[in-house]
């Protein structure tokens, strides 16, 4: 009986600490640069390219670099909407259209928040940066996003 006790009271504690309540992991990561008024900014970036990466996005990260991020590659246009659930960091997100441009940015995105955010048109990719990075950096709708997933990137 008190093996049983002591193997159900490990299998509650281990369904705490469950993989799904982790940072996602090893992911690609790859360059790209962001035009600035300042000259372009260089990022490394995690690529989310798959329905389960992108599904898990930057839930549970409790840190990120200030030249990190994340670019969910859709491969096509389409809308997309994303939320802040299990998300720890506030979030920019900058919905990036397949040639590269910056559609719309949605700044210090609410974490933990459920309210949607969606693209204002379709795009291929949206770019996940430290909230209030791209205000900082002077970043805006329009400016160009170099990588390899536009054709143009390093």
Same mark, same amino acid.
């Given at each position: 009986?008190?093996?049983?006790?002591?193997?159900?009271?490990?299998?509650?504690?281990?369904?705490?600490?469950?993989?799904?309540?982790?940072?996602?992991?090893? /992911?690609?990561?790859?360059?790209?640069?962001?035009?600035?008024?300042?000259?372009?900014?260089?990022?490394?970036?995690?690529?989310?390219?798959?329905?389960?990466?992108?599904?898990?996005? /930057?839930?549970?990260?409790?840190t990120?670099?200030?030249?990190?991020?994340?670019?969910?590659?859709?491969?096509?246009?389409?809308?997309?909407s994303?939320?802040?659930? !299990?998300?720890?960091?506030?979030?920019?997100?900058?919905?990036?259209?397949?040639?590269?441009?910056?559609?719309?940015?949605?700044? !210090?995105?609410?974490?933990?928040?459920?309210?949607?955010?969606?693209?204002?048109? &379709?795009?291929?990719a949206?770019?996940?940066?430290?909230?209030?990075?791209a205000r @900082?950096?002077?970043?805006e709708?329009?400016?160009?996003?170099? @990588?390899?997933?536009?054709?143009?990137? &390093?």
């Amino acid at each position: 009986m008190r093996r049983l006790l002591v193997a159900l009271a490990a299998l509650v504690f281990l369904s705490g600490c469950s993989p799904a309540e982790q940072p996602q992991t090893g /992911l690609p990561k790859i360059p790209i640069e962001v035009d600035t008024p300042k000259g372009p900014v260089k990022f490394t970036v995690d690529l989310a390219n798959t329905d389960e990466s992108r599904r898990v996005g /930057l839930m549970f990260r409790k840190t990120m670099g200030e030249d990190e991020g994340m670019l969910f590659d859709f491969r096509k246009e389409q809308y997309a909407s994303f939320w802040m659930k !299990n998300t720890v960091l506030p979030l920019d997100m900058l919905f990036i259209k397949a040639d590269g441009t910056i559609s719309t940015i949605a700044e !210090n995105a609410v974490p933990y928040s459920e309210v949607p955010v969606p693209s204002s048109e &379709p795009v291929q990719a949206v770019l996940e940066i430290n909230g209030g990075r791209a205000r @900082a950096l002077g970043i805006e709708a329009g400016a160009k996003v170099h @990588a390899k997933i536009f054709g143009n990137g &390093p």
